[in-house]
């Protein structure tokens, strides 16, 4: 089975690093709570909107940005029985490239480097499954699409969900906590 999987807020924590540098900024710490179902750019003053929106097109955004929980070991064992592409709208942010590519190999480094695609569409990529967190990705994806939850997508229903990784167990069949028993075999 081939699968994609997004990078920014599936793999990636590219919300946490918009809290971050808003804290940074403008001195207040906003949770994931506070923009559940939201983006920070919905709560906060209007005359901040355009710095807050501006985040992604500066350099180091996307630079160490902290892995979603329990992401690198999921994918790792899907890695080894399936197809696993990373696919990103890297062409969006001019300056996300170098910074995805170097995070892919520091915390993903069994991905291939010919199994990373950066793109700017992602309708024209043909795969069984993506796992995305945008319907506009997954809308337009002719295979099985899952949303991957983040703050901004809980109100997604026309798609199969996974909160979180740990969801792949069901989802694909998975065990990822092999019980004593079986690590002894």
């Known amino acids: 089975m081939r699968i994609l999987i997004d990078m920014d807020d599936v793999i990636a924590d590219a919300s946490e690093r918009f809290l971050e540098w808003y804290e940074r900024d403008f001195g207040v710490r ?6 559940h179902g939201k983006r920070l750019y919905d709560i906060i003053p209007a005359e901040q909107v355009q710095i807050v929106k501006s985040y992604p097109h500066q350099p180091g955004f996307f630079k160490d940005l902290p892995v979603i929980e329990n992401a690198k070991e ?29 995070w892919l190999d520091k915390h993903f480094p069994f991905i291939h480097w010919k199994r990373r695609i ?3 569409d992602k309708h024209l990529i043909k795969a069984d499954i993506l796992i995305d967190d945008h319907d506009f990705n997954l809308s ?10 983040a703050p901004h997508n809980i109100h997604y229903t026309e798609y199969e969900r996974m909160e979180n990784w740990l969801d792949a167990e069901k989802i694909f069949g998975l065990s990822l906590n092999p019980s004593p028993k079986e690590r002894d075999l």
């Open 118 to 120: 950066f793109c700017g």
């Open 30 to 35: 906003y949770t994931k709570a506070d923009i």
């Open 74 to 102: 999921t994918i790792e064992a899907l890695n080894n029985l399936h197809e696993i592409y990373i696919v990103s709208a890297a062409m969006e942010f001019k300056h996300s490239f170098l910074d995805k590519y170097e």
């Open 140 to 149: 337009v994806f002719t295979g099985r699409p899952i949303v991957f939850s």
